[in-house]
Every structure is written in structure tokens, then in C-alpha cells.
T-cell receptor
Framework: KNQVEQSPQSLIILEGKNCTLQ??????????LRWYKQDTGRGPVSLTI?????NTKSNGRYTATLDADTKQSSLHITASQLSDSASYIC????????????FGKGTRLHILP | NAGVTQTPKFRVLKTGQSMTLLCAQD?????MYWYRQDPGMGLRLIHY???????AKGEVPDGYNVSRLKKQNFLLGLESAAPSQTSVYFC???????????????FGPGTRLTVL
């Protein structure tokens, strides 16, 4: 069964600290993986996309990694800011005729001043 | 560009009432989606469309109907609302299907629906 599991469910850190969010998936065949950021009261916005051949990709203070062998991805946030408070959703796309897109339930990140 | 817009932003219905949620996109995207988001459940796909005049069922289609008469619009209908349909509804559009590199989904701001 295609599944995307994220951990932790929620996380609280102090402003300026780093953190890492995890995403494990069992989607097959794998096409790509996206991380979305969802601010409270808004729709999700894509941060980055990872394909099978990519190990690391950065977008400012956000760095995503992908290990296609273990089917794991992480999103590392460096020097967190109050504006990073949001839900982060891992989304995996299957590369087949069904065009499946499987959403994780997200990690709720709270940044404290 | 306005991107993806949704109307209304908020709505309160009584059980049994009907309503239509409108989604519009100005990016000329072929693919459009309707999701619901409930606490602890994440985003769940209700229906989607791969082009004008087409619709398909997603993960949780019961109690909903959709239409895509124009490429830029995707309508979600509730014929007889139930309290279980209380949720936040998001519309999204994408230029490519899931397997494409340009499969980023652009989401609207959401509609918060309460069914009493």
C-alpha cells in the first residue's frame, strides 16, 4: 500500500535553532517527492522537489535530502525564524498511469521567540 | 496573476442544504483537484480533473459532485450537506500530472465549511 509517514507530528524549537523533519514512504514506483509549507489559514506552497537521482537540494535555509534506497527524505531548517512556524507536508508522486499523489499528514512546527 | 482563487472563504450550512464551491485558476493548468483537510488527517483527495470536461473520483468522493465545464473553473457540489462534511476545502491546479517534474500543485486559500 502506498503510504507516506512523517515524524514528528509536532515540534517546538527556539528561534535561531536548527531542526530536521522526517518523511518515510512506501510509494512504488517512485517518481518524485515534494515538501510543501502550509502557513496557518493558507494553502500549501511547494518548497522543493526531489527526484530519484537527487540526494540534496537547498532552498534558502531549507535543505531537503533523499535516500531512494531506504525511501526516506528529510527537511532541515537552519537558523529558524518565527516565520517558519507552519505545517510541513511531504508529498510523494507515483510514476504510473494512475498518477497517484500521496500526502503525508504533516509536521506542525512551532518556533518560539 | 491571481493564481488559484476560491469562493466563498467561509460558509455555514444546515444539514441537508446544498451548496457549490467555486475554484478558478488563471495559469492555464490542465489538472485541477479538490481536497479536504481535517485535523490529524492531512489532505485527502475528493475529486480531480485532467482537463476540460473530465472528472474522476479521488480517495473520499462520497457526498460530493464536481464539474469542469471550462478549463479555468472546477466546481465542487454538496447536494445534501452532512455534519461529517465540516472541513476546510482546498482547490489546487497543476500543469502536469503526478509523474511529471512540473507537477507542483498550486493551492487556493481554502474554504472553511461548517455543517450544523
Amino acid at each position: 500500500k502506498n503510504q507516506v509517514e512523517q515524524s514528528p507530528q509536532s515540534l517546538i524549537i527556539l528561534e535561531g535553532k536548527n531542526c530536521t523533519l522526517q518523511c518515510n514512504y512506501t510509494v512504488s514506483p517512485f517518481s518524485n517527492l515534494r515538501w510543501y509549507k502550509q502557513d496557518t489559514g493558507r494553502g500549501p506552497v511547494s518548497l522543493t522537489i526531489m527526484t530519484f537521482s537527487e540526494n540534496t537540494k537547498s532552498n534558502g535555509r531549507y535543505t531537503a535530502t533523499l535516500d531512494a534506497d531506504t525511501k526516506q527524505s528529510s527537511l532541515h531548517i537552519t537558523a529558524s525564524q518565527l516565520s517558519d512556524s507552519a505545517s510541513y507536508i511531504c508529498v510523494v508522486s507515483a510514476g504510473n498511469r494512475d498518477d497517484k499523489i500521496i500526502f503525508g499528514k504533516g509536521t506542525r512546527l512551532h518556533i518560539l521567540p | 496573476n491571481a493564481g488559484v482563487t476560491q469562493t466563498p472563504k467561509f460558509r455555514v450550512l444546515k444539514t441537508g442544504q446544498s451548496m457549490t464551491l467555486l475554484c478558478a485558476q488563471d495559469m492555464n493548468h490542465e489538472y485541477m483537484y479538490w481536497y479536504r483537510q481535517d485535523p490529524g488527517m492531512g489532505l485527502r483527495l475528493i475529486h480531480y480533473s485532467v482537463g476540460e470536461g473530465t472528472t474522476a473520483k479521488g480517495e473520499v468522493p462520497d457526498g460530493y459532485n464536481v464539474s469542469r465545464l471550462k478549463k479555468q473553473n472546477f466546481l465542487l457540489g454538496l447536494e445534501s450537506a452532512a455534519p461529517s462534511q465540516t472541513s476546510v476545502y482546498f482547490c489546487a491546479s497543476s500543469p502536469q500530472p503526478s509523474g511529471g517534474l512540473y507537477n507542483e500543485q498550486f493551492f487556493g486559500p481554502g474554504t472553511r465549511l461548517t455543517v450544523l
